[in-house]
């Protein structure tokens, strides 16, 4: 009786222990949860909403109309503006890729001390000790007329004069972009090839593969959750992305973003909020596209 006894309240002592760890993990994930309600969920609720007001010149109505969306999508202005801000996205994707795949490769697959790793990596942040602002406007010297990029190709005879397209043009806002935003691509690539057994490389050379083929088999394959990562992360930053453009392009670049401060200026909240929620879908397709590529729960 003793021992039929135990073994009925086995079950009962599982269930009570798994319930307990139920809402210890319900407790856990609560703040998150309320953080993502309070600050992600119901604002952008609340853009949806206000983008279906009608705006008049100087105010702003609850009353629902289809007007603001209307306006942009038939407007050849704000339809480049679109098309410029996915052509800066595409572009600069693919410069930080082209410029940080091989710098995390070497940090991250070439280099055997962690201490150097380190060090390597803490370098290439080091631009982030100063402010934003003066990072993007200290390309303006760097790319004008009498710049010191301009210098340096006229002494190397590269060019007889000025390049005048180096600054205040799409070029110049895809360079600083690139260099503000290349970090954020090298880290996660070079974390990735961190984590790749070098005996793995090893038993692949004593086959008698070589580099090439150990980079198409294994190397690109293994590095892969790391270009995504850092292509989630240059991605969200670009689209969203209006401060370096006003900056280095002299506002001859108009990006989504730059129009939603634009309209945020002139108080057309209305409008402001559809180029708001455009722009949050088009990240939104984007993050969800890059993460059909790997599954990062299973890689990472």
Do not use: H
Request: proline share 4%.
């Amino acid at each position: 009786m003793t021992t039929t006894a135990a073994a009925a309240e086995l079950p009962a002592a599982q269930s009570t222990a798994r319930r307990s760890r139920q809402r210890t993990a319900y407790w856990l994930i609560a703040p998150g949860v309320l953080w993502m309600l309070l600050f992600l969920v119901l604002p952008i609720g609340m853009i949806l909403y206000v983008s279906f007001w009608t705006q008049t010149t100087f105010a702003i109505q609850p009353v629902l109309t289809t007007k603001s969306w209307t306006t942009f999508f038939s407007s050849d202005t704000y339809l480049s503006a679109l098309w410029t801000t996915v052509r800066i996205w595409l572009t600069v994707l693919f410069a930080t890729i082209l410029v940080g795949y091989p710098a995390g490769l070497f940090v991250g697959l070439f280099v055997k001390n962690r201490t150097l790793q380190t060090v390597l990596l803490t370098l290439c942040v080091i631009p982030f000790w100063t402010s934003f602002l003066i990072r993007v406007l200290a390309w303006r010297p760097m790319l004008g007329k009498e710049g010191a990029i301009n210098i340096v190709l006229q002494w190397l005879g590269i060019t007889s004069a000025p390049i005048d397209a180096l600054l205040f043009s799409e070029l110049s806002v895809v360079i600083g972009m690139t260099q503000i935003y290349c970090v954020f691509m090298v880290g996660p690539i070079a974390f990735m090839l961190g984590r790749i057994d070098p005996n793995i490389i090893e038993a692949a050379r004593d086959l008698g593969a070589g580099f090439g083929r150990i980079f198409r088999t294994i190397i690109l394959p293994l590095s892969l959750p790391g270009v995504v990562v850092g292509s989630i992360f240059v991605s969200v930053m670009v689209l969203g992305e209006f401060a370096t453009s006003a900056a280095l392009s002299g506002r001859k670049v108009n990006l989504l973003g730059n129009i939603i401060v634009t309209q945020v200026g002139s108080l057309k909240w209305a409008f402001a909020s559809v180029i708001g929620v455009v722009l949050t879908l088009i990240i939104g397709v984007v993050v969800a596209g890059l993460l059909r590529v790997v599954n990062l729960r299973k890689e990472l």
